[in-house]
């Protein structure tokens, strides 16, 4: 049995990153070897089967990666992967996301889902969608690209011409349109979640812009979450099957929590820092007894 740990080599060229190595090292002072694994040195190859090589039934994964092809390839060569490929799967698109969460009453934003498209957003077809968004969201209203990361592929409309305008800019990417909430503007809470229990939470602030993430310029301060923020996190987590899943919320104006996204690969590295949880080791932690219940 040999244990990984997969990663973005194009996002990350040189080196793994920093939640990568603290996942290794968190195993290594529990006798156990991780190798950190770009996912682009490795190949799936489709040739009478399934095969990759470097891998067997026998090996576990921990997946730091939206790869779903490799994800799934692992899984159907019998390597166990955490979080699951259909977990990540459905974290990765915003729009699957919310749907699922949706399908459970989860209070989250108002959404809607555009309608998809081969080549381009166009505005003649696309029109009766974007007025519908108008009027059912109001202005300002966020775009979001069903796949992104650290809050790049989110942008804020403010009239009908920016939303027109974003919406081109799409192309045939798929995406979503939510109420803004000006409550939570520049602010969320995020609470990471491991094995059913929230191990640790903070609360992002950015002076600058909508958008909370640290790496957008975003200041990250320790946070304890209410009982109902707790709760709300390990039910989105229990819905989607994540075994491990950083939980963002927004607050409405009255202080009930809105669910934002659910991130299945969260890098651990601004709230370790920011609260002095070890979260890799929590992770580890919950992937080595499973382990050892097979």
Same mark, same amino acid.
């Given at each position: ?30 006798? *156990? ?54 977990? *990540? ?41 974007? &007025?519908?968004?108008?009027? &059912? ?6 775009? &979001? ?14 009239? =009908? ?17 939510? &109420? ?6 520049? @602010? ?8 059913? =229990? ?15 993430? +640290? ?19 390990? =039910? ?16 409405? @104006? ?24 070890? +979260? ?15």
């Amino acid at each position: 049995m040999a244990g990984y740990v997969i990663y973005n080599g194009f996002w990350n060229p040189g080196q793994p990153p920093d939640t990568v190595t603290r996942l290794v090292k968190a195993a290594e002072l529990r006798g *156990i070897r991780l190798t950190p694994l770009a996912n682009t040195e490795t190949a799936v190859e489709l040739d009478g089967g399934v095969k990759i090589h470097g891998f067997d039934a026998s090996d576990f994964v921990l997946f730091f990666d939206k790869d779903i092809r490799l994800a799934r390839a692992l899984e159907t060569i019998g390597v166990r992967v955490y979080n699951p490929a259909e977990v *990540i799967a459905a974290c990765d698109d915003k729009a699957a996301t919310h749907l699922k969460l949706a399908a459970e009453g989860i209070p989250m934003p108002a959404t809607l889902v555009a309608p998809m498209t081969y080549l381009n957003f166009d505005e003649s077809p696309g029109s009766a969608f974007l &007025k519908t968004a108008a009027k &059912k969201l109001g202005f300002p209203l966020v775009v &979001k690209e069903c796949y992104g990361s650290l809050g790049g592929q989110v942008y804020l409309a403010r009239d =009908e011409d920016e939303l027109l305008s974003l919406s081109q800019k799409m192309k045939a990417k798929p995406f979503i349109c939510q &109420k803004f909430i000006s409550s939570s503007a520049g @602010a969320d809470i995020r609470v990471y979640v491991v094995d059913g =229990e929230p191990v640790a939470a903070m609360r992002r602030q950015s002076n600058s812009d909508f958008r909370a993430n +640290v790496g957008l310029g975003a200041v990250a301060k320790p946070y304890s979450p209410t009982p109902e923020e707790a709760a709300l996190a390990v =039910e989105c987590c229990k819905i989607l099957g994540a075994l491990f899943a950083g939980v963002d919320i927004l607050t409405e @104006a009255d202080g009930s929590p809105l669910i934002c996204e659910v991130n299945s690969n969260a890098q651990v590295t601004a709230i370790t820092e920011c609260t002095g949880v070890d +979260v890799a080791a929590a992770i580890i932690d919950m992937v080595l007894s499973r382990e050892k219940q097979r």
